[in-house]
């Protein structure tokens, strides 16, 4: 016998062993009525309140790379709030592919206090943007509890803007294409939004189609391994005059030539599925016919070095895909 196979014996032997040990001490403890209770769940739970943009409050969303806190609080089994017994150290963890980072003293770490109740977590980025993001808190040392989680969006670039005394509105990326309202493959879809019925401010979003589809699937135009992004629209506008929503599409995603009539698909629930309806086509350049809550004006619409800008007209929030 080799002394490899000597030594594989060996640990076969102990591993066998250990097996019947920890069998024997169990048919002993239930011989004699020892009890071995299973490890009891912890009675009370963390609970994230709230994921806010604190770099930029007035947006109202997530966006990659700008700084969000998360609030927590303690909570029974029940949801009613509670307090820990123990300073108890816990910690926030991200899901995707992105990266979760703590830029402050804590980094991605709290403290609840002892009979606290609550702790929140500052300074927090993630990037790239994505979808469906899972944020999860769990406690590291210090009394047991249940962790919490949400799920959160972050989008590329948003912007926001308030109209004239007129209601007038010019928003536009700010991102897209290094800023000048180009597209480029590295962001291929972007928008700029044109109205004059504007009744207070507008945050316009870009960001991942990535599950936005009503059957969480990806709905958004492919092309050479690029996806278009989504358009999103927040904003309290007049339905008369309507409002146009200029969606640039990068050349290597919307080729051919001239204006092709490319499908736009919108939802008047700018927090809702994607692709619900497409955009009929406008019957006449520049208006949206009656009836109808978004046409796309192919008439209007035009080519610009090789990129599409296909015009949208609307009259209700709404987010835009192509």
């Not at 927590?72 to 029940?78: E, F, H, M």
């Not at 995707?96 to 402050?104: D, F, R, S, T």
């Amino acid at each position: 016998m080799t002394r490899k196979q000597s030594l594989t014996r060996k640990q076969s032997l102990i591993r066998r062993s250990l097996a019947g040990l920890s069998a024997a001490l169990l048919a002993t403890a239930w011989a004699v009525g020892i009890s071995i209770p299973a490890s009891a769940a912890p009675t009370k739970a963390l609970e994230i309140v709230s994921v806010t943009n604190t770099e930029n409050s007035n947006l109202g969303l997530l966006v990659q790379g700008q700084q969000f806190a998360v609030e927590v609080r303690v909570v029974t089994k029940s949801g009613k709030p509670t307090t820990v017994k123990n300073a108890t150290r816990i910690t926030v963890t991200a899901s995707g592919p992105g990266i979760l980072v703590g830029e402050g003293e804590n980094g991605t770490n709290a403290t609840i206090e002892a009979n606290g109740s609550s702790a929140r977590f500052s300074e927090l980025t993630y990037s790239p943007f994505d979808n469906d993001v899972v944020l999860t808190v769990s406690v590291t040392s210090g009394d047991e509890l249940s962790q919490g989680d949400i799920t959160v969006d972050f989008a590329l670039t948003a912007v926001r803007g308030m109209p004239n005394q007129d209601g007038a509105l010019d928003l536009d990326d700010p991102n897209c294409g290094a800023g000048n309202g180009v597209p480029t493959s590295v962001e291929p879809t972007c928008g700029h939004f044109l109205t004059t019925g504007a009744e207070g401010p507008a945050v316009m979003s870009v960001g991942s189609c990535e599950g936005l589809g009503s059957n969480n699937t990806t709905p958004c135009r492919t092309a050479g391994g690029i996806t278009a992004l989504v358009v999103t629209l927040t904003a309290t506008i007049a339905e008369d005059p309507h409002s146009t929503m200029i969606l640039a599409c990068d050349k290597d995603l919307c080729g051919q030539t001239g204006v092709p009539h490319l499908p736009v698909f919108f939802t008047l629930e700018n927090t809702g599925p994607l692709n619900d309806e497409a955009a009929p086509a406008c019957q006449r350049k520049g208006v949206l016919d009656d009836g109808l809550k978004a046409c796309v004006d192919y008439v209007s619409s035009m080519r610009s070095d090789g990129d599409l800008f296909l015009h949208v007209l609307f009259n209700l929030d709404a987010r835009f895909h192509g």
